[in-house]
């Protein structure tokens, strides 16, 4: 499968600014799979390097003030990323997520790793 994107926007980087830094998450209408599985599908746009993902596998709920997944595991070119946990910006951005990437390695170079977790809301 394939996924084709317009134009990206021609907006300049600006920093985020607090209280803006945290996203507030506002979708047109809830998406949930508790089960995903899809293997092979490219994402392009324009004159950008496509993104080739190789399978998805997990569950996600994301609704108007929420994210939740369920050991969504995305495997690519551009790495192996691992997401479970949730993120409510309505609940006082309660949040406890976990988030692992193992990126491509470069020439000469091991793959690079990336984790985080935070847990926590506005009042901790």
């Known amino acids: 499968a394939q996924l084709e994107l317009g134009p990206p926007e021609d907006k300049p980087f ?3 600014r ?27 746009q324009q004159d950008a390097p496509p993104i080739d993902i190789t399978r998805i ?6 609704a108007d ?5 369920t ?4 495997a690519g070119n551009l790495g192996d ?5 949730h993120y409510l910006p309505r609940e006082d951005y309660r949040t406890d997520l976990t988030v692992r990437a193992l990126m491509p390695a470069r020439p000469g170079q091991p793959r690079a790793r990336l984790g985080l977790v ?7």
């Open 14 to 16: 600006e920093l985020p």
């Open 18 to 44: 607090w209280a803006d830094v945290l996203p507030s998450i506002e979708l047109p209408l809830a998406l949930q799979a508790d089960t995903i599985e899809v293997d092979g599908l490219r994402i392009v």
């Open 57 to 62: 596998r997990g569950g996600i709920e994301a």
């Open 65 to 69: 003030g929420e994210f939740r997944a």
């Open 71 to 74: 050991q969504l595991k995305v």
């Open 81 to 85: 990323f691992r997401i479970d946990g």
């Open 118 to 124: 935070a847990r926590g809301d506005l009042a901790h």
